[in-house]
């Protein structure tokens, strides 16, 4: 008896340690390996910075690899300002984005959570039927319809609201199309599923104490999608700051989010220790929202037991 | 009304007119019929139960009253006036959900006061009540709990004071206690019933628990598939049910199949038995006698005096503690079930099984049955 509760202690530890140890493999190594490189200089060798880590040179050689890092690419960051525009328009178009997913999704999302039980999985399987054709795909057929022939144009013509062409592409407006059309199935789905798990008696309860129904959707129906809402925004607005194929392909080449600089460090610079640096810089920056939703989370858990 | 205009948001019209009046109420779902032409008054200061199997429709029927549903046809009228398309939030009755409904993002105060918050009320006024109604279920102290802090039998006083702080014309109950464990159930019956006598409010409870609809209730409905089958106190419909479901439905009762005679005694299959009375029955009809278990006395000899009385034997004994039920087998291979208090402090039970026994009961201990 004892020995076999020892045993499931064990596994239990051991199904603990799973994740622990696939976020330290996949996760905090690489992430070391980067904000090693971001402490790097460039160099034209290969790999195409300085120092190597060497193991074989021993103790020396590790103080020696110390006291060559240095943080001038994290400096480069803060005093060019292209940087710092590249930064500032990512967060710009991920807030806008994420407000105006939350603006689109919430109706989507209630529409379905209220839609006849059979209907649901139907409605569900429809928003998710996008992730069917590969993203890339979907982002080409937005510059199809969006340029000056393209499917846009056509029926804003025809239907005699615009006289001539606009030009769609390589603009913010069909950033934030782009942005919105591949990202609301991450907005609809967790607001769905808070929406989806509340209890409809509670709005016969808000409307037998005198409170009409669109007062109760404030006063019961939003408070209680809260977390649902939360997890969305979180959904689009981490990934949509990184986003670099919807900018590249759809916007203009003025003014660059912040994926699309690192891109261009990356591969057209060759410039490895800056690239890491901006991507270094871009996760702690991210960190910021997900330790508010964290504790948001653990909040309602403290709450919900 | 008791005390007037302060136990309601109205001022009652006339005192003549019952309070909530159903008149030939019809309701469908699809092609199911959920309530089928009822009529029912409901008085002032009532406390009334609807009582039925699940599926009778006797939740449908309150959530009429409460404008969740709307009747197919007829209409249903509240002092006098008919309510039908008067919006749920709009109606002077509250509702204690089966499920408590409680809003979980607020707190207990939130919740008792959100009913007045929806109304522009004063916000010390609602502090005030708040803290009255939280006195009235003896939750004082509560104010700031969240609802999931709550045990089950918290929560139900915090539903109860939340659809009572309106002051409704009718406090609608539906099945208010099926969640709380049995002795708490008990003790909150008898709070339920003080509560009403101090309330003066009218009380209408759904229920399929036919011991808790007797002791709570002024008034029974009995209702099976969307009718109603006898509208009556919980003694006479205990004592005098009008039909073998009834009967059979509340409390237990062994029924006896004959055929009435001139004399007003039943001819069956026992022999000739007695009757107290013979209610709508005429000579001739087929009749069933309907016999409480305890209402019939059980003796090793047979019994001398003015009662019916036939011989068995023991076939069956369930010891309940205060009470045994014994099963008789009877002569023509009938049971009739039998209820003896244990009176004896030394346990046990007076009879075993397979003795031969004598049942009687006077003539008038049955009720006589045509449908």
């Known amino acids: ?305 | 009304m008791a005390d007037g205009g302060k136990a309601g948001r109205g001022p009652a019209k006339n005192e003549k007119q019952p309070l909530v009046r159903f008149e030939a109420v019809t309701k469908r779902f699809g092609s199911v019929v959920a309530v089928e032409a009822l009529s029912l008054d409901i008085g002032h200061v009532e406390f009334f139960a609807l009582l039925g199997p699940s599926g009778c429709g006797k939740t449908t029927l309150l959530r009429m009253l409460a404008g969740f549903e709307t009747p197919t046809e007829g209409r249903i009228l509240l002092d006098g006036e008919d309510i039908v398309s008067v919006q749920p939030h709009r109606r002077p009755v509250n509702m204690m959900f089966q499920s408590y409904a409680l809003f979980p993002h607020l707190t207990v105060e939130g919740n008792i006061g959100f009913g007045l918050r929806q109304e522009s009320v004063a916000r010390a006024e609602i502090a005030d009540r708040v803290a009255e109604m939280l006195a009235l279920v003896r939750l004082q102290g509560f104010e700031a709990r969240r609802i999931d802090q709550l045990s089950g039998g918290q929560r139900q006083r915090v539903a109860l004071a939340r659809s009572l702080i309106k002051r409704p014309r009718v406090l609608l109950l539906d099945e208010p206690l099926a969640a709380l464990d049995k002795k708490l159930r008990g003790e909150t019956q008898f709070e339920l019933m003080e509560l009403q006598r101090k309330l003066g409010t009218t009380f209408v409870i759904v229920t399929h628990d036919q011991e808790e609809a007797m002791i709570v209730a002024d008034r029974i409905a009995v209702m099976d598939r969307g009718r109603l089958m006898q509208v009556a106190s919980p003694a006479e419909i205990y004592e005098r049910p009008n039909s073998r479901w009834v009967a059979g439905f509340i409390g237990e009762a062994t029924m006896m199949e004959g055929r009435l005679g001139a004399d007003g005694n039943i001819e069956c299959a026992l022999g000739r038995l007695r009757t107290g009375g013979t209610g709508r029955a005429r000579p001739g009809d087929t009749v069933w006698l309907a016999l409480r278990p305890e209402k019939i006395g059980m003796a090793s000899d047979r019994p001398k005096g003015d009662f019916n009385a036939v011989s068995g034997t023991v076939s069956e004994i369930g010891y309940r503690g205060d009470t045994s039920i014994y099963k008789i087998l009877l002569s023509d291979r009938s049971v009739m079930q039998v209820a003896l208090t244990n009176a004896s402090a030394r346990g046990g039970t007076p009879f075993s099984l397979n003795d031969l026994v004598w049942l009687s009961w006077p003539p008038e201990a049955g009720v006589v049955l045509t449908e």
């Open chain 1, 1 to 305: 008896m004892q020995e076999s509760l020892q045993k499931r202690n064990w596994s239990g530890r051991a199904v603990l340690l799973l994740p622990y140890l696939w976020l330290v493999v996949f996760f905090l190594a690489p992430f070391v390996i980067v904000f090693k490189i971001s402490l790097s200089q460039t160099a034209m060798a290969q790999p195409p910075y300085l120092p190597v880590f060497d193991l074989s040179t021993g103790w020396a050689g590790l103080r020696e690899f110390a006291a060559q890092l240095s943080p001038d690419s994290f400096r480069l960051l803060f005093t060019d300002l292209i940087y710092l525009l590249s930064y500032l328009k990512s967060l710009q178009v991920a807030a806008i984005s994420t407000i105006i997913l939350l603006l689109i999704g919430y109706p989507f999302a209630y529409g379905i959570a209220r839609a006849p039980r059979g209907w649901q999985p139907l409605l569900v399987m429809a928003v998710v039927l996008p992730f069917w054709t590969s993203f890339l795909i979907r982002v080409y057929a937005w510059i199809n319809i969006l340029q000056r022939d393209g499917l846009l144009n056509d029926v804003l013509m025809r239907l005699h609201i615009v006289d001539a062409p606009v030009s769609w592409l390589s603009s913010d407006t069909a950033i934030y199309i782009g942005m919105i059309y591949s990202y609301l199935p991450f907005m609809v789905l967790p607001l769905y599923a808070a929406l989806e798990k509340m209890d409809e008696t509670l709005l016969e309860a808000a409307a037998d104490l005198g409170c009409p129904r669109w007062k109760t959707f404030w006063l019961v129906v939003v408070p209680l999608s809260l977390p649902g809402a939360a997890a969305g925004a979180l959904l689009c607005f981490i990934p949509i700051v990184g986003e670099f194929v919807i900018p590249d392909l759809l916007g203009s080449s003025e003014t660059l989010m912040i994926g699309q600089t690192l891109w261009n460090e990356f591969f057209a610079n060759r410039d490895w220790p800056v690239a890491s640096a901006i991507a270094v810089t871009l996760l702690v920056l991210l960190l910021v929202p997900m330790l508010f939703y964290e504790r948001l989370q653990q909040r309602s858990l403290e709450g919900g037991r």
